[in-house]
């Protein structure tokens, strides 16, 4: 595991000197609605040439503030954090105030819960104000992930202001950001803990609406688990009691689990990462005994799907993201409708397909119209019982719809 590291990227300039942002006439509008992304070509010119991750105000073409925030050389060229003059992102008490919020908005959402739910997303950056970040909670260890230079060059005030919203709640912070920021930045550093108030842990046991997953933040995708479904898998307990349910692309099995514990007879999960299955594998054993069978596959979802003759009551696809880009945004549709058709077809007459898409480029109407396609080449009478998101720890600010990436369908196959 890496070793404590207590050195951080120091921002090497005046902080009462920041270079100002001008934007061309009449692209100030998003930035006074409240958008915080200022794309590349909104930019009329810059006061002076600054580098990735610095920190720049940004200013109408009269030289009106509009925000300040994190400079990019890039299509999103600055992510702002803040829209008023008084507060300075590179002071102390702005981040400190910033997480005491978001603590707040998931305890007025009941999370954690004493003995129900351990595990949850702190900081889901548009959404908590703090573009290019992410912070899960995990017990008693932060997980920081950094989607931005600049973020990433502030990391010494979030870790003190982790330590000092949360107190003896925390035990470490993890910084995992080498595999989400930009490639020639991320080869300078290294994923480790950085406080640790006693020996550092690579995984912990957490709770999740009563159900044990074991996360390992070192080697696990993202952070370590995906929490976004923490609903959604709440839902799927209330459709498995005495059925058989297929689990596809199950990473370390969340909805598999809740299925078990909830009556499920027969769940079968489905996943091309050995990993990922072992992980799996060890999840449903944390939760027995329960009365079900549970089965996994270590095989590519579609040709497990194409090769398999067996049907099921209940049916979850939960796919990783298929476009990225707008550019790749077509073939991620013929993506999504191979796959639904393939997986309604699983689907026993009278059951249930939990469907979903993490794609950001493919809204929640282009979802919703490319899985009516599959239906319709399927040839299954499909109804809609739930329109599904993520969890309300994963917010989505008014002022930032791109924040409601994820999206879901819960279908009634005749």
């Known amino acids: 595991m890496p070793t404590l590291r207590s050195h951080f990227h120091k921002v090497k300039r005046d902080q009462n000197k920041v270079t100002t942002v ?3 006439k009449g692209k100030e509008e998003p930035v006074r609605r409240k958008h915080p992304w200022v794309f590349s070509g909104a930019i009329h010119h810059l006061e002076k040439e600054v580098k990735d991750g610095e920190m720049v105000q940004v200013a109408d073409i009269k030289g009106n503030f509009l925000g300040s925030g994190h400079f990019h050389h890039g299509s999103i060229a600055v992510r702002l ?18 997480l005491q919020n978001a603590k707040q908005v998931r305890s ?33 260890t932060a997980v920081v992930q950094c989607h931005s230079i600049g973020m990433h060059l502030q990391m010494g005030l979030i870790r003190d202001a982790l330590v000092e919203v949360f107190g003896k709640e925390l035990i470490q912070i993890y910084d995992k950001s080498a595999e989400s920021l930009p490639g020639n930045y991320a080869k300078t550093i290294q994923n480790g803990v950085i406080w640790s108030a006693g020996d550092p842990v690579e995984s912990a046991v957490v709770l999740e609406n009563g159900v044990r997953f074991k996360v390992d933040w070192v080697t696990g995708q993202k952070t370590g688990f995906f929490l ?9 307990a209330s459709f498995v009691a005495g059925k058989t349910v297929l689990n596809t692309f199950c990473y370390s099995g969340g909805f598999s689990c809740y299925a078990l514990m909830a009556g499920a007879k027969l769940v079968h999960s489905v996943d091309v990462s050995a990993k990922a299955m072992e992980l799996t594998a060890e999840n449903v054993q944390l939760n027995a005994p329960f009365n079900g069978v549970h089965e996994g596959f270590t095989a590519d979802v579609p040709l497990f799907l194409k090769s398999s003759d067996q049907k099921y009551e209940v049916v979850v696809v939960d796919p990783p993201a298929f476009a990225k880009s707008m550019d790749k945004r ?6 999504y409708k191979r796959l639904n058709i393939a997986a309604l077809q699983k689907v026993e007459p009278g059951g249930i397909l939990f469907t979903f898409s993490c794609s950001q480029v493919i809204d929640r109407e282009l979802f919703y119209h490319t899985i009516a396609a599959a239906a319709i080449e399927a040839g299954r009478n499909v109804r809609v019982l739930h329109h599904l998101t993520q969890g309300p720890d994963h917010p989505v600010s008014m002022f930032h719809p791109e924040g409601a990436y994820l999206k879901g369908l819960v279908l009634h196959v005749g």
């Open 22 to 24: 001008y934007l061309k």
């Open 81 to 98: 954090l803040s829209f008023e003059e008084s507060l300075n992102p590179l002071e102390a008490p702005f981040w400190r105030v910033r």
């Open 108 to 140: 007025a959402c009941g999370i954690p819960k004493q003995g129900e739910t351990s595990a949850y997303r702190l900081i889901h950056g548009e959404g908590d104000g703090l573009s290019g970040l992410v912070i899960d909670i995990y017990g008693t």
């Open 228 to 236: 976004d479904q923490r609903d959604n898998r709440q839902l799927l």
């Open 330 to 335: 077509h073939n991620a549709v013929q993506g």
